[in-house]
C-alpha cells in the first residue's frame, strides 16, 4: 500500500513537514485506495496525473461548503478528482466530466459505480473546448476544475468563466509546473502557456485568485459580480 506521505505530493513543502499534514488528515477510504491502486495497475506512469490525497479532500469539503449543485470537470482520467467532486455535491449535484479517452474513463465509472454517486456524474468524451461551446447558453455553473492539456487551459479559463455564477470557484490544477513557471524562459510550451495564463489572471479585474503551492500549484479562482440578491453579490 502506498503511504499517505507518498500520495500526499505537495511537491513544494519540506517532506517532514508535508508527511506530517498527512497523518492528520483524512486519509483516503477503502474505494478511494482501491481506484489509485487499479489506475497504478492500468495505467503505469500515467497514474502520476491523479490528484492527491490533500487535494481531493480540499476540493470535497470545499464543493459541499459552497453548496454547490452544478459543477464542471475538464479532464477527468480515471475519476479521481471527479469523485471527490462528485461526493462533495451530494444527492441531486450535477457534475459534467469532460475528457478525450474512453479507456481511461472506463475505469472512471466503474469505481463511480462502486462508489455510489454515478448517477450525479454525466461524462462526455470529445474535446473539452467543443463540450463546453456546445451547452445551452444559459447553463451555469457554481464549481470547476481544470486539469487537462495545459495549452488548452486559457481557452478553457474564458470558456468556464463565462459560465460560472458570481461567487462561484474555478481550480487550475498545475499552475506552478513544477516550479519552471519561475525560470527565465527556460520549459517547453506547457510551462510558457501557464506562465501566460498565471499572468492573465492575476490581472484580470473579473475574478479574485489565490495560487496556493499543494500538489503541483493549484489556483482557486473566484469570480465576482452582481447576483439576483444583492447580498450575495461578490466585489
Ligand atoms: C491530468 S489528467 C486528469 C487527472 C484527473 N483530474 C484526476 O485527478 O484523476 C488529464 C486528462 O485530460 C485529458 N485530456 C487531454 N486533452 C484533453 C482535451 N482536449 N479535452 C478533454 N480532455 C483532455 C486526458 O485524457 C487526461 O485524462
Not at 74 to 80: A, H, L, M, S, V
Not at 150 to 157: D, F, I, L, W
Not at 205 to 232: E, H, N, W, Y
Request: hydrophobic share 45%.
Amino acid at each position: 500500500m502506498v503511504s499517505a506521505a507518498a500520495r500526499r505530493r505537495s511537491q513544494f513543502i519540506d517532506a517532514v513537514i508535508d508527511g506530517y499534514a498527512a497523518a492528520h488528515s483524512t486519509p483516503p477510504d477503502a474505494g478511494q485506495l482501491d481506484l489509485q491502486r487499479i489506475t497504478r495497475a492500468k495505467t503505469g506512469r500515467a497514474a502520476g496525473m491523479q490528484i492527491g490525497d490533500d487535494q481531493a479532500v480540499l476540493m470535497e469539503m470545499l464543493v459541499r461548503a459552497m453548496g454547490a449543485t452544478r459543477a464542471v470537470e475538464i479532464g477527468t482520467f480515471t475519476g479521481y478528482s471527479a469523485l471527490a467532486v462528485a461526493r462533495g455535491l451530494g444527492p441531486g449535484g450535477h457534475l459534467l466530466c469532460c475528457d478525450v479517452s474512453k479507456e481511461w474513463t472506463s475505469i472512471a465509472r466503474k469505481a463511480w459505480q462502486e462508489a455510489g454517486i454515478a448517477e450525479r456524474i454525466e461524462l462526455r468524451i470529445g474535446p473539452a473546448l467543443q463540450t463546453l461551446r456546445s451547452l445551452p447558453p444559459g447553463e451555469q455553473f457554481d464549481f470547476a476544475f481544470i486539469d487537462a492539456d495545459k495549452t488548452g487551459y486559457a481557452r478553457y479559463y474564458e470558456e468556464v468563466l463565462t459560465r460560472l455564477r458570481p461567487g462561484g470557484l474555478m481550480l487550475l490544477d498545475n499552475m506552478l509546473q513544477g516550479g519552471h513557471v519561475t525560470g527565465d524562459l527556460a520549459g517547453g510550451k506547457d510551462v510558457a502557456a501557464i506562465r501566460s495564463l498565471n499572468e492573465t489572471i492575476a490581472a484580470d479585474p473579473r475574478v479574485k485568485v489565490v495560487l496556493i503551492p499543494i500538489g503541483d500549484g493549484v489556483s482557486f479562482v473566484q469570480k465576482l459580480g452582481r447576483t439576483a440578491d444583492p447580498a450575495a453579490s461578490v466585489k
